[in-house]
């Protein structure tokens, strides 16, 4: 483990703690009010900035963030490509711990998983180190990639946490769970399933959080990308409204599904996309004959 000592324990061997301003690990999760969940260093600056960004310099609402794999698998530019892989997840932490500080995070938590390992249910081990996390911050709100995301792995763990918090008694669960958007938008979403995030605060820390992350953002320009994609998002929201919010994202609302542990995940999901095939098939039936 790195910077702070803990009693708390881990299943890897490689996980990584990192509290911005040394607090105990417990301390640091007893006051989170917002937590990250994400599959990779960069993930949560994407998918949580909702959540930081209401916490920032809050003294009575602290967002933490958890990082479940290592992030080795990454596409390199030349600059990494001579990297060893423990060197590479070393860097990619590094990065993490930056965008922890910037943001003034609470904590953040590296669980070290290798990708293969979480898209290979079920993994045991990430799945009571998340219940761990759980039990002792009890957050009101959690920010996971939502279970419609297009790569795999952000999928795999976007599942694992939903069954991490089921495994919490119905009084300690969160008040709220978001699936939010990453690799693939969520903008064809009935307007009654998505729910939009004013992100109008602080941009220039939104395009800072990202711009840490130098080893991806050699490969890809993410922080110009997202940016714009939140600005985009704001613009083609309502096509008959004035622009007055100069950034969103999107989610979705999942809290049903642990607020009911019967609910069907994959039906549950499955009818958001059917709730946008009969959107779509009654403006086609409206205007062709």
Known sequence: MAITKTSIQFSHPDVEIFIPDGRSLEDALQRTTHLGIGAHQDDLEIIAIPGILDCWEKTDLWFSGVVVTNGAGAPRSEMHTPLTPTDFIHTRNEEQKKAASLGKYSAQIMLGF??????????????????????????????????????????????LTIEAVRQLPLKERPKFLYGMACWGGL???????????????????????????????????????????????????????????????????????????????????LSKIDEHRKQSSLLLDTYLP
């Open 187 to 269: 903008d064809w979403t009935t307007q009654g399933n998505q729910i939009s995030f004013d992100l109008s605060a602080q941009p220039d820390l939104q395009y800072q959080l990202l711009d840490v992350y130098k080893s991806q953002n050699s490969v890809k320009n993410y922080p110009e990308a997202v940016m714009a994609k939140r600005k985009s998002n704001a613009t083609f929201h309502h096509y008959d409204q004035k622009d007055e919010i100069p950034y969103l994202c999107f989610g979705l609302d999942l809290t049903p599904l642990i607020r009911d542990d019967k609910l069907s995940i994959s039906g549950f999901l």
């Open 114 to 159: 290798s990708s293969q390992e979480v898209k290979n249910p079920p993994l045991i081990p990430g799945l009571k180190d998340l219940h761990t996390i759980l039990t002792h911050s009890e957050p009101e709100y959690i920010y996971i990639h939502n279970p419609l995301d297009l790569h795999p792995t952000h999928t795999a763990v976007s599942l």
